[in-house]
């Protein structure tokens, strides 16, 4: 097991910070966005058992690219190749219509890599508990199924990565009817 590196974690946590700083959650709190990556770490360290720092790392950067004006060349410098190519496995074609995006992300998750596999897990159980809490403001219980529906398609072709994660995914599937 490699030393964690402080120093370069707290650089991730203060960049995801300051990218995310104007953006809120879609729940009716308006939580603040950095509470998403920091759980999605969470989750994996917590839950997951995960002691990877890259994953780790990228976890709390998997969607500042999505969402905001970072680009994988700045992560690429500031963190390295390995994590700007990790971030780049999480980060949807943005030149791809939002429909299509979704169709893609159920397409390649059983192609990307372990690691990569690992925060898009994580990511697909925050989101999902999210939704269990509380439903987004405008969201009609039908656009709430349909997104339980989509993401259980997705943790189809991510399945075998780790079993805590995916235990904990089935149990909210399970809850809600859908069985993948
Ligand atoms: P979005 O993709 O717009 O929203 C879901 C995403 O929002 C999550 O994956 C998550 O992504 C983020 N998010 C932020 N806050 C929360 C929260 N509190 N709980 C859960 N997720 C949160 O919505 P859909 O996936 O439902 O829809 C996308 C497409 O569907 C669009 O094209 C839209 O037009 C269409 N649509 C579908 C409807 C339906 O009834 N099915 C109705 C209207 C539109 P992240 O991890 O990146 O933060
Ligand atoms: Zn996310």
């Not at 500031?78 to 700007?84: C, M, R």
């Not at 219980?141 to 398609?153: G, I």
């Given at each position: 097991q490699k030393k964690m590196d402080i120093q370069e974690f707290v650089k991730c946590v203060e960049f995801a910070a300051r990218k995310h700083k104007n953006q809120r959650r879609k729940d009716t709190e308006q939580t603040p966005y950095i509470n998403h990556p920091i759980g999605v770490a969470y989750i994996l360290s917590e839950e997951g058992a995960i002691t990877d720092q890259k994953v780790l790392q990228v976890a709390l950067l998997h969607d500042t690219v999505e969402d905001t004006d970072a680009t994988i060349e700045e992560i690429a410098m500031?963190?390295?190749?390995?994590?700007?190519g990790l971030v780049q496995e999480v980060t949807d074609d943005k030149s791809l219509p939002k429909l299509e995006r979704k169709r893609v992300q159920i397409e390649v998750a059983a192609t990307t890599s372990p690691r990569a596999k690992l925060v898009?897990?994580?990511?697909?159980?925050?989101?999902?508990?999210?939704?269990?809490?509380?439903?987004?403001?405008?969201?009609?219980?039908?656009?709430?199924?349909?997104?339980?529906?989509?993401?259980?398609?997705?943790?189809?072709?991510?399945?075998?990565?780790?079993?805590?994660?995916?235990?904990?995914?089935?149990m909210i599937l399970k809850k809600r009817g859908v069985y993948e």
């Open positions: 500031l963190f390295g190749q390995d994590v700007a898009k897990l994580a990511d697909k159980l925050y989101n999902l508990r999210d939704l269990m809490r509380c439903t987004p403001l405008g969201w009609s219980e039908e656009r709430v199924q349909d997104y339980f529906e989509w993401a259980a398609k997705v943790i189809r072709g991510l399945r075998g990565t780790n079993k805590r994660l995916e235990e904990e995914l089935d």
